[in-house]
């Protein structure tokens, strides 16, 4: 043990010096200071273990001596020599931080180390007390929860920093509140108004562990607050701590959550792993018509229908392996009977064994599709009728063309053979009137056997099944140019052919189209002198489609019937200007159309006339000069 | 031997047949013409049967055949006449007011020889039946049958 003796009185520290000699060698190291500010200096090199401290100094007096000792060096004990008689002076070191005193001159070596020992003991204890104090309050402080100490009348006697701040109280006012006044503790109002003890709805809370109740601030602000309290034990009288926190964020969450759950237009439920509902929103109620109540009080798989069971099942096993579901379709019933389709998505929660799932009505649009669907089958029913009505017409009409190519044909060609052997047989009898009759009736008979083969071929073009190939046009105008060769010997006609595409068409009926639109420009240009034909290719093409033209500067025609020009046997010039029939340009018209084509004429009276059509050009990997002619589609003919 | 033997037309049109007739004549052939009006009639003829069971014997040197006939048809005829494995020598030429590509297929065949449509215009018909009637009786030459040789059907 290291002693540090402040006396400045040689023969006193002498007399104590004597005494420790008695004490075991090495049980004390003695050192001696005789004045205050040496001591200090002494204690802070040396560390003793114990300072023995006289107050009258030479540089410091009284207790203002240990005083300023105990601020510079708090870790070390000090106890005070006193004078005889001066006990009550010794009480007031003792209380102002001494671990003890000693009397001079009344002590022998034994109750020296004695008050020594118990001096450095004490202080010891009181230093692990003030430590442990001090980490308990340091854990209070720090705590964001408010902690308060009340006693049995509720009255708060302890409060933390976040009580404080809780309750919006300085801790100087928050001693005198009442826990009653702090928080809506059930019951507490009428027993203080009956100034009766609140322990016993203390108590009560104390037993449910955590209640939730509502605080209220300083300024009278309530916010929702969890409590729990309990008593501490030993405490007399009884005391309890308190527990507070405020749940404002958590509330908030919660009935945002609930807001939302209870908003849903979808059907939203926890469903746990028994096979019941758990928990379900209000859309339940509007979709289904049962209560939640009807709904939770038994299984869900009995409102769900009973075709739809079996799958239903098999998904649910699949989401207690802890699968996620999407897009699950199935009909729940409702309390009128009725079944409404669902669409599900389900997380499951292994672990807590449930089911979190939402579903959107689709009953409406399970309707449109079943609607759809009858639709079309009917339409398809009907399409088919059609088909088959149209079959029906089609072979009618072509028996009906059968026959009049057949029983109106013969008619005429017995008027025109009987005329004509009526000529032969009065030959040089008749006289010219008569004889101008005739021929008539024969040019008559055989404009009318024409009309009939033109409308017989007009009516087969419709009926006849094109082959799309692709055709080299370039080879097809001059095919046709060829075949006009009788009717353009003795004209002079420029003709300005532009090199053509091929395209995708039927070569057979496409060379109609160019013999009736060549043919019709030589034949309106059969009155000019000199007539210019030009045929080639406009663009750009509409569609993707070759836009081709046939122009002549023969008659032309007033734009004003351009309208009239495509129809059936609709001629804008008399057959004494130019003969036709008027059926050429439907045909072509119709032709063009059936190639998926257009056709359209610009003209002027006295002018000329330009003929559009529109084909589908050959796709450039099928195109190619070998490709571009066709094999004749007619057949072999004696 | 073949400037003797017969030309049938088989045609229910007598105006038709008129025309034919003055066609044929108008070629100065000297082929007996025989004209029947309709397909029963013709395979009766061929056959020898009901009013022709005492016909004089021979194939005709042609048969010009209507197809449009009330009764028996002239594709019926022409079926039975080129199915026939000694009739079917005898030229046959259809001659038809129509010109329908299912007669005309059907026509080829059943082993037309020619197919004619009849022209409306009388100078074309003319030109049609001196053709086909020269080329078939005068200048054709056919295999040497005898009708005889058929047992009777």
């Given at each position: 043990m290291k002693?540090?003796l402040?006396?400045?009185?040689p023969a006193e520290a002498?007399i104590?010096?004597?005494l420790l000699?008695e004490?075991p060698?090495?049980?004390v190291?003695?050192?001696?200071a005789n004045?205050?500010?040496?001591a200090?200096d002494?204690i802070?090199q ?5 300072v023995?401290l006289?107050l009258?100094?030479?540089d410091?007096?009284?207790?203002a001596?240990?005083?300023r000792?105990l601020?510079?060096?708090p870790?070390?004990?000090f ?5 005889l008689n ?6 007031e070191?003792?209380r102002?931080g001494a671990?003890?005193?000693l009397?001079k001159?009344?002590s ?6 004695r008050?020594a020992h118990?001096a ?7 230093r692990?007390?003030?430590e442990?104090?001090?980490?308990k309050s340091?854990?209070?402080e720090s705590?964001?929860?408010a902690?308060l ?9 302890e409060?933390?920093p976040a009580?404080?701040?809780?309750f919006?109280?300085?801790?100087e006012n928050?001693v ?12 507490a109002t009428?027993?203080?108004?009956k100034?009766?003890d609140i322990?016993?709805v ?5 037993s ?5 109740l509502?605080?209220?601030r300083?300024d009278?602000?309530e ?20 527990w507070?926190?405020?749940i404002?964020g958590r ?6 959550r609930d807001?939302?759950f209870t908003?849903?237009?979808d059907?939203?439920?926890?469903a746990?792993a028994?096979g ?5 929103n ?6 289904l018509?049962f ?10 798989m009995?409102?769900v229908?009973p075709d ?7 998904v649910?096993?699949?989401l207690a392996?802890g699968?996620?579901l999407v897009?699950f ?11 409404r389709?669902?669409?599900w998505?389900?997380v499951?929660d292994?672990?807590?064994?449930l089911l979190y799932?939402s579903?959107?009505?689709i009953?409406e649009?399970?309707n449109?599709?079943a609607?759809?669907?009858e639709l079309n ?10 088909t088959e009505?149209?079959?029906l017409?089609?072979k009618?009409l ?6 009049v190519s057949?029983?109106?044909r013969a ?15 009065t030959?040089g009898q008749l ?10 009736i024969?040019?008559?008979s055989?404009?009318m056997?024409?009309?009939i ?5 007009f009516?087969r073009m419709?009926r ?6 692709p ?8 095919e046709?140019?060829r075949?006009l060769?009788?009717?353009t ?5 420029d003709?300005?052919i532009?090199?053509?595409?091929a ?6 009926t ?6 009736n639109l060549?043919?019709n ?13 030009e045929?080639?290719?406009a ?6 489609c ?11 025609f007033d734009?004003k ?5 495509f129809?059936?046997f609709q ?10 029939t ?14 998926g084509g257009?056709?359209?004429a610009e003209?002027e009276a ?8 529109t084909?589908?050009?050959v796709?450039s990997?099928?195109a190619?000069p070998?490709?571009?002619r066709?094999?004749?589609?007619s057949?072999?003919?004696? | 031997?073949s ?6 037309i088989?045609d229910d049109s007598?105006?038709?047949t008129e025309?034919?007739?003055e ?9 007996e ?6 397909g029963?009639?013709?395979?009766d003829?061929i056959?020898?049967?009901e009013?022709?069971?005492?016909r004089?014997e021979g ?10 006939m ?9 079926r ?7 009739m079917k ?5 259809v001659m038809t ?9 059907r ?5 037309v020889?020619s197919?004619?449509?009849?022209p409306?215009?009388f ?18 030459e056919?295999?040497l049958i005898?009708d005889?040789?058929?047992?009777p059907?």
């Amino acid at each position: 043990m290291k002693l540090l003796l402040v006396e400045d009185n040689p023969a006193e520290a002498r007399i104590i010096r004597e005494l420790l000699k008695e004490a075991p060698p090495g049980a004390v190291e003695l050192h001696v200071a005789n004045r205050l500010s040496a001591a200090l200096d002494e204690i802070r090199q040396d560390r003793p273990d114990i300072v023995m401290l006289d107050l009258g100094l030479p540089d410091s007096q009284g207790l203002a001596t240990l005083q300023r000792a105990l601020a510079a060096f708090p870790m070390v004990p000090f106890v005070v020599l006193t004078g005889l008689n001066d006990e009550n002076f010794a009480f007031e070191a003792v209380r102002a931080g001494a671990q003890d005193y000693l009397v001079k001159g009344r002590s022998d070596c034994d109750g020296l180390i004695r008050t020594a020992h118990y001096a450095i003991e004490r202080h010891r204890n009181r230093r692990e007390l003030e430590e442990s104090d001090s980490r308990k309050s340091a854990i209070l402080e720090s705590v964001l929860d408010a902690i308060l100490v009340c006693d049995g009348q509720g009255r708060i006697i302890e409060a933390n920093p976040a009580a404080l701040r809780v309750f919006g109280q300085t801790a100087e006012n928050i001693v005198e509140k009442k826990l009653a006044e702090l928080v809506d503790l059930p019951g507490a109002t009428e027993r203080a108004a009956k100034a009766q003890d609140i322990a016993p709805v203390i108590e009560a809370i104390e037993s449910r562990q955590r209640v939730e109740l509502a605080g209220r601030r300083y300024d009278g602000r309530e916010f929702p607050a969890e409590l729990a309290i309990s008593r501490i034990a030993k405490a007399v009288p009884p005391a309890f701590t308190c527990w507070i926190c405020d749940i404002t964020g958590r509330k908030q969450a919660e009935s945002e959550r609930d807001r939302f759950f209870t908003l849903s237009l979808d059907l939203l439920c926890i469903a746990s792993a028994d096979g019941y509902f758990h928990r379900l929103n209000p859309a339940f109620e509007r979709t289904l018509g049962f209560t939640v109540d009807e709904l939770l009080a038994r299984p869900f798989m009995d409102f769900v229908h009973p075709d739809d069971r079996p799958a239903t099942l098999a998904v649910v096993a699949s989401l207690a392996k802890g699968e996620k579901l999407v897009n699950f379709e199935n009909r729940y019933r409702c309390k009128d009977g009725s079944y409404r389709w669902l669409l599900w998505t389900c997380v499951p929660d292994p672990r807590e064994g449930l089911l979190y799932a939402s579903a959107h009505d689709i009953t409406e649009r399970r309707n449109n599709e079943a609607e759809i669907r009858e639709l079309n089958a009917s339409l398809e029913r009907r399409v088919e009728e059609r088909t088959e009505q149209l079959a029906l017409a089609n072979k009618e009409l072509e028996s009906f063309s059968y026959s009049v190519s057949h029983d109106l044909r013969a008619p005429l060609r017995h008027i025109h053979g009987y005329v004509e052997m009526l000529t032969t047989a009065t030959e040089g009898q008749l006289a010219d009137k008569p004889r101008r009759y005739l021929k008539i009736i024969a040019d008559a008979s055989q404009e009318m056997g024409r009309l009939i083969d033109d409308l017989l071929a007009f009516s087969r073009m419709s009926r006849v099944d094109l082959q799309e190939k692709p055709c080299g046009l370039d080879g097809l105008v001059q095919e046709t140019i060829r075949s006009l060769e009788m009717a353009t010997k003795d004209r002079k006609i420029d003709w300005k052919i532009a090199p053509l595409p091929a395209v995708l068409g039927d070569a057979a009926t496409l060379r109609q189209v160019l013999a009736n639109l060549i043919g019709n420009a030589v034949k309106y240009t059969a009155k000019r002198e000199r007539a210019v034909i030009e045929i080639g290719r406009a663009d750009p093409g509409d569609n993707g489609c070759a836009t081709l033209f046939v122009r002549d500067n023969g008659a032309g025609f007033d734009m004003k019937y351009v309208k009239k020009l495509f129809g059936v046997f609709q001629r804008l010039h008399r057959s004494d200007e130019f003969e036709g029939t008027g059926i050429g340009l439907a045909t072509v018209q119709r032709i063009i159309a059936r190639h998926g084509g257009r056709v359209w004429a610009e003209g002027e009276a006295g002018v000329g006339a330009t003929f559009y059509f529109t084909l589908k050009p050959v796709p450039s990997t099928a195109a190619g000069p070998a490709s571009a002619r066709p094999a004749d589609q007619s057949t072999a003919r004696p | 031997m073949s400037s003797l033997r017969r030309i049938l037309i088989v045609d229910d049109s007598p105006r038709d047949t008129e025309m034919a007739l003055e066609a044929l004549s108008s070629y100065k052939l000297v082929n007996e013409i025989v004209c029947l009006r309709d397909g029963a009639e013709a395979l009766d003829y061929i056959y020898h049967r009901e009013q022709f069971a005492s016909r004089p014997e021979g194939l005709p040197a042609v048969i010009l055949l209507d197809l449009k006939m009330p009764r028996v048809d002239g594709l019926e005829v022409l079926r039975q006449i080129k199915s026939d494995p000694v009739m079917k020598a005898i030229p046959v030429v259809v001659m038809t007011s129509s010109r329908e590509e299912q007669d005309l297929v059907r026509s080829y065949e059943l082993g037309v020889n020619s197919y004619v449509v009849k022209p409306v215009n009388f100078k074309e018909f003319v030109e049609a039946i001196k053709l086909v009637g020269a080329f078939w009786a005068v200048l054709n030459e056919p295999p040497l049958i005898k009708d005889e040789a058929i047992p009777p059907v």
